[in-house]
């Protein structure tokens, strides 16, 4: 089983930046792919970013390609997601998800762990 707690929403302007993170306990972390996923009021769940089990693979919605960077460190057992230039159309609760295999994929299904979200608002 692995346990994942995000941190690092918040309220930003438009433009700004945030930095979240998912740290995971309850097994060995550096077998998992993961992935942050994201959900806005009256939308459905969408993939934002995953990498895999090494952090030598990312890949990206193209909603977010070349704004925000997906990296992992496993000596702490932590997934960031850096966000930069932060628009309105942003603004969603933030999941961390985790696979039971090294490989990644956009499909949420196919994730086994979810955190419980943190709150990401961009005022324009």
């Known amino acids: 089983q692995v346990q994942l707690v995000e941190s690092g929403g918040g309220l930003v302007q438009a433009g700004g930046s945030l930095r979240l993170f998912c740290v995971a306990s309850?097994?060995?972390?550096?077998?998992?792919?993961m992935g942050w996923f994201r959900q806005a009021p009256g939308k459905e769940r969408e993939f934002v970013a995953a990498v895999n089990w090494s952090g030598g693979t990312t890949l990206y919605a193209e909603l977010v390609k070349g704004r925000f960077t997906i990296s992992r460190d496993n000596a702490k057992n932590t997934v960031y997601l850096q966000m930069n230039s932060l628009k309105s159309d942003d603004t969603a609760v933030y999941y961390c998800?985790?696979?039971?295999?090294?490989?990644?994929?956009?499909?949420?299904?196919?994730?086994?762990?979810w955190g419980q979200g943190t709150q990401v608002t961009v005022s324009s």
């Open positions: 309850g097994r060995t972390f550096n077998n998992n792919a």
């Open positions: 998800a985790a696979r039971r295999v090294p490989s990644i994929v956009v499909v949420s299904t196919e994730y086994e762990y």
